[in-house]
Each structure stands twice: as C-alpha cells, then as structure tokens.
C-alpha cells in the first residue's frame, strides 16, 4: 500500500482547482445574507413551505416550472429557512457549475485552459450575483453545464485511432449520455428559458460530430445517440408540456423597443460585468475579456475548430433567440447565465494559447525555460482580467445603489408605529409572500387583483378595504405590469389622502389615511390665490393628533380662468414663524389635475395630506396651504387684505400629543 502511495504522481492541479473551489464557495457566501429577500425571492421562500402537492399546484399557476422549489423544500428541511440558508442552495449550485467550467475546459482545450476557465467563472460578478439570489437561475446554469459537458463527451467516438482529434475519445459515452438526459431534463423542469440552451448544445453538437469525429458512420451514430438522449429528456418532461405552453404564452406585458445590435452589446455587458458596474467603469473589463475570447476563437487555425465553434455557439445562440423572439428586458437578462461558463472557457483558450506561443518562442529561440514558467505566465495573465472585476463586485457587495429589493426595512418601517387596523396593500405579484415572509400575521394584508379588469371592479375593492382601515401602506412595484391601466393609483388619489411617498430601492412606499370620519371635520374657509384660482373651502381632521398620525385635509380648488402655468399644492404643519414638522407638495390629486389643464369655473377636489413622523416633538401647530411655481419656487401671492406675505393660507391647528 505504502508503495502505491509512493508511487503515484504529484499532480498540482488538483490543489489549484481545489484553491478555485475554495475561492468560489467564498465569493459566493461573502454577505449572502446581508440583504432582505427581495419579492420573487419571497416567493421560492413561501412556495418551498408547502407540501409537494400543493408546490406543484402553485407552480402550475406560476410561471415557472416545479423542481427548484421541490429542491429548495428539501435543501431548508436541513439547513433552515434564513435568508443566508436559502439562498447558499443556489451557492452551491454555482460552485458546482465551476467545477463544471473546469471538466468542460479540459476536455475541449486541455488542463490548463480548464483550470483558467474555472478561476474566471469563480470570480465573474454576474454568476455571483444569482449565486446569491434564492431563485432558480443558478440551478438553470448548473443543468446547462452538466449537459453540456456531456454533449462534449458524447460527440467523440469510442476507439482513438491517431488521426482522431477528440482529446477523451476513448471513454465510453453511454454514462455521459445518462448525464444529457438527466441535466436536460432537470433544466427542463426548472425554467422555460431552458429550450434555448437546448438548441445552441443542437448547433454545438453538429459542429463536434462533424469535425471531430473521423468516420462517417461514427458520425451517424453519434447524431442518434444525441437525438435519442433528447427524445427521452423530453419524454420526461411531457406531462408538463401543457402548462408550460400556455405559461410561456403570458411571458411579459411590455415589451420595449431595442436596437438589435445595441440590446446584444447591453447582453454581452451584462455577462461579463453584471448589472453592478456603470458603462463607463465596464468597458476595460469588457474590452479584456473581448481580446481574451477573439484569441481563444480565433488563434491555432484548425487546432480544436470544433470544440471553439462549439464554444461560440453556447454563448451567442441565447442571446441571440432572446433578442430575435422579442425578449429582451433588463430583467430577462438573468436567463443569460447559462452563457457565461461558454464565455470564460473562450476566454481560458485565449490565456492558454498566448502562453503556448510564449513558450514555443522560448523554445525557438533555444532558451531552456524554467519548469514554472508557464503556469506562472498562466496566472499572471488569468489575473489581469479577473482584476478588472474587482469595482463591481465591491458594488455587488457593498453599494446600496445595487442592493436588493428591501422587504426587510419596509416591513419594519411600517412595524415600528404599527397600528392595529393599519392596512397594507401589494400591487405586485409576490409582494405578500415576501412581506409575510418577515412578519408571519398576515391580517390587513391585501394582494390586489392582477391586471384588474375593470376600474368598477377596482372601486369595488377599494372601497371596501377603506371602509375598514384608518391608516392604508401602499407597496408599488413594477404597477404597469400589474395594473397596466393605473386603475388602482388612480382611485386612491381621487378618494384616499396621501400624505407621505418615499422610494426604498425599486420600490415606491406610499401612506393614506381613509378619511373614514370625514364628514366630522371642521371646515375652513378659503381665499383667492393670484390671478386665477381661488380656494373655496378646507376641512380636515385637526385638532388632536399622535405621532404617526395622518392630517387628512381636502382642498376644493376653483379656477376663475383657465391658469397658464402648472402649480404645485404644498400643506405645511409646523409654528407660524418656523419650518415644517410635516409637510405634503404635489401637483393637485397627486398630480393627476395639473393646474395648467383646469377650465374656467371648474371645481377640483383635492384630497391630501400630512403624516406627522414618529420624532415630531409634541405641541401645538398651526396647517398651512399654498401654491408655488416649481420652477422658479415662487408662491402665489393670496389675494385679500391683510393676508400673510409669505403666501401661507392657514387652515387649522392641531395639538400633537
């Protein structure tokens, strides 16, 4: 035994890809947890909560297929349901599909190129980055490098007579065939996107058949076996075949319009860089990776022509079908990962043969080169590109700018002064499976109707939960997906009160109060601002308030001729001869009315207000209105004797206890 031992080779490389891994699995968990869930990421979380019967019925009326969240299940059954726990799933995923990088690298294009392809994909920002994300992108990528390392492998003949080109032909391809299987239809299983990988492998695999295998009828055989290991992974997908038609037929409601050749370069980008580097910082990382993969496709004449057309057909025919099939958003781009492990093998090659044809200088010239040489001219030259990443994985880390949807802080903003009959609505889809993610009590949470199909239908809804709430939160997020026609926003800002809007990353938290006991408020008379229009009357709820509270106040505004400039409405709270503690600008009914479209003699009820923050010291302040020019600040003077100069209409008090 001690003789085996001592007799076995000491191979290096496998510490190097060891060191890889390690580095891999490093980036991968580096803060996985720091961020809150975002919403589709609350989605997997609430879905893989459920018995398997119930995550297939949900997938059925989802729009993606079943196995990541059947995985996920099981994946938090040991090791928890915390944000760093679901989302390493998807780490580990990504880290296996490095060591993929590696197998398919040197197989294609030798030892060395797979070790640099490894370290590439290790270290890329946009593999990272759904490494991180509890979704089923990762898994995605890893079913497409096992697949496509198995097309490799299945292509290349069994015997190796010595014209034969293909580095592992003789291992035989039935195993590797059961991997094709296997990862296709996994992929299958788990996202719809997963045909186009299907058909750039297709484009790869003609190309390794034809050029790499020797004889003809080797040829025809391996065209069988591939159609074959493709019949049987569809077979296994069949029984969802119908919900994935007509699942993949609701795929996106706004569809921009994109220059074609400008879309594929924002792709391209997006591989390399990730969405976390602005143009300006990604074009010396995209102009490296660039040279890297024109000499890796481009240098050695016929040398491995099969493997580099094949290499080129995974990572261009993606983005390509997306682009060409009318696909293309910012969003969508995550179906590209599949692309980057193909790219960074390119890129490999390109290393690997600049370091051949340095050595073979040496070697002309009769310079006994020393034994470390090359892998230290591998490194050296694998570093420069992988350097230039360093700026967007330090935003993806630690950038607010790029951070996640944060479901976390919006559930605790509204948390920390939570009444009992507060309301919350999502206009998103999976807005709640998120939110209920952070706060398990689901009462007064409402998901409102998808792409409503009637406003009646909308007011019917509204009204009904107004009814009931005092105090109503609003999450929107990507609304003219949801409510394409802005029914909802549009009912709120003609019979709610809003009184506070701020953006919490992508997402636009709005507070309203119902205005439930309107019909007790004081009424105020008005006053004539400017030339054209006149307050007619104020009311509102003043007199006792709390922290926290909203000060709903309705303004009735009447124009005596058609005003020429648009005016924005400010409310002020606060001492007459101090700043604000609260205050509310908008343009009238939060900006669907704008002054400049108002008739003469039109009346225009607009409902507003003003939230009263949870550190405004207590007393007793006066309410304020008034319109001012937002281009130029200044206000509309009011017009009547003995009326305030700075413009500032006072309406009522209210004493904060």
Request: net charge positive; proline share 7%.
């Amino acid at each position: 035994m001690l003789a085996r031992l001592h007799s076995t080779p000491f191979r290096p490389h496998w510490l190097i890809l060891g060191a890889i891994l390690v580095l891999a699995v490093a980036l991968r968990l580096h803060k996985i947890g720091a961020q809150s869930l975002w919403y589709d990421e609350g989605n997997s979380a609430r879905i893989a909560e459920r018995p398997l019967a119930l995550i297939v019925a949900g997938a059925a009326g989802d729009i993606h297929p079943p196995l990541y969240y059947i995985a996920l299940k099981y994946w938090r059954a040991v090791f928890g349901e915390g944000e760093a726990a679901l989302r390493a799933f998807s780490a580990a995923c990504s880290a296996l599909t490095v060591l993929c990088a590696y197998l398919l690298g040197r197989d294609a294009f030798g030892r060395r190129a797979g070790l640099v392809a490894a370290f590439l994909l290790a270290v890329m920002p946009f593999a990272i980055y759904y490494a991180q994300e509890a979704r089923m992108y990762a898994l995605l990528a890893l079913c497409a490098a096992a697949s496509t390392w198995a097309v490799l492998r299945m292509a290349y003949r069994r015997s190796t007579p010595a014209t034969c080109c293909a580095p592992t032909a003789d291992r035989p391809s039935l195993p590797f065939a059961l991997l094709y299987v296997t990862a296709t239809a996994a992929g299958l299983w788990t996202h719809y996107a997963y045909p186009f990988v299907m058909i750039a492998q297709g484009m790869a695999y003609l190309a390794l058949a034809q050029l790499s295998v020797c004889a003809a009828r080797s040829r025809r055989d391996a065209l069988m076996r591939y159609v074959l290991a493709n019949v049987v992974a569809i077979a296994i997908f069949l029984p969802w075949l119908p919900v994935a038609i007509r699942q993949v037929q609701g795929w996106g409601v706004e569809r921009p319009a994109y220059a074609f050749g400008a879309a594929l370069l924002d792709a391209y980008r997006a591989l390399i860089v990730g969405r976390t580097l602005p143009l300006d910082q990604a074009l010396l990382p995209v102009g490296l990776f660039t040279v890297c993969v024109a000499l890796g496709v481009g240098l050695g004449r016929r040398k491995a022509l099969a493997e580099r057309l094949a290499m080129l057909a995974l990572m261009g025919t993606p983005p390509i079908l997306l682009l060409a099939l009318g696909l293309y958003r910012e969003a969508y781009l995550k179906f590209l990962l599949v692309c980057v492990l193909p790219l960074c093998v390119l890129a490999a090659r390109g290393v690997a043969v600049v370091v051949d044809e340095g050595m073979a200088m040496v070697a002309a010239r009769r310079k006994r080169a020393h034994p470390l040489s090359a892998p230290a001219l591998t490194a050296a030259l694998a570093l420069i590109p992988a350097a230039t990443l360093i700026p967007s994985l330090r935003n993806l880390y630690d950038n607010p700018a790029y951070a996640r949807d944060d479901y976390r802080g919006i559930q605790q903003l509204i948390a920390a002064d939570a009444r009992p009959d507060d309301a919350v609505l999502f206009l998103a889809p999976n807005q709640w499976e998120v939110f209920t993610y952070y706060q398990r009590d689901d009462r007064n949470l409402f998901p409102l109707a998808y792409r409503p199909a009637t406003y009646e239908a909308v007011a019917a809804e509204m009204q009904a939960i107004a009814s009931a709430h005092r105090r109503i939160f609003a999450l929107y997020f990507a609304e003219r997906d949801a409510d394409p026609e802005g029914w909802y926003e549009l009912w709120m800002s003609g019979s709610l009160y809003k009184a506070h809007e701020r953006w919490v990353g992508n997402i636009r938290l709005a507070i309203y109060d119902s205005g439930a006991d309107r019909d007790a408020w004081p009424v105020a008379t008005g006053a004539a601002f400017g030339d054209a229009i006149t307050l007619v009357e104020a009311r509102g709820r003043f007199g006792e308030a709390h922290r926290g509270d909203i000060v709903p106040i309705e303004l009735t505004w009447q124009a005596r001729a058609k005003p020429e400039r648009r005016y924005k409405v400010f409310v002020h709270v606060g001492p007459p001869d101090g700043p604000p503690v609260a205050q509310h600008d908008s343009e009238p009914v939060a900006g669907y009315r704008p002054t400049n479209g108002w008739q003469a003699n039109e009346r225009i009820a607009d409902r507003r207000g003003a939230w009263i923050a949870p550190e405004t010291p207590p007393g007793a302040y006066s309410v304020f209105v008034g319109l001012y020019d937002p281009d130029t600040g200044a206000r509309l003077p009011i017009a009547q004797d003995g009326a305030p100069a700075d413009g500032r209409l006072k309406i009522g008090e209210i004493t904060i206890r």
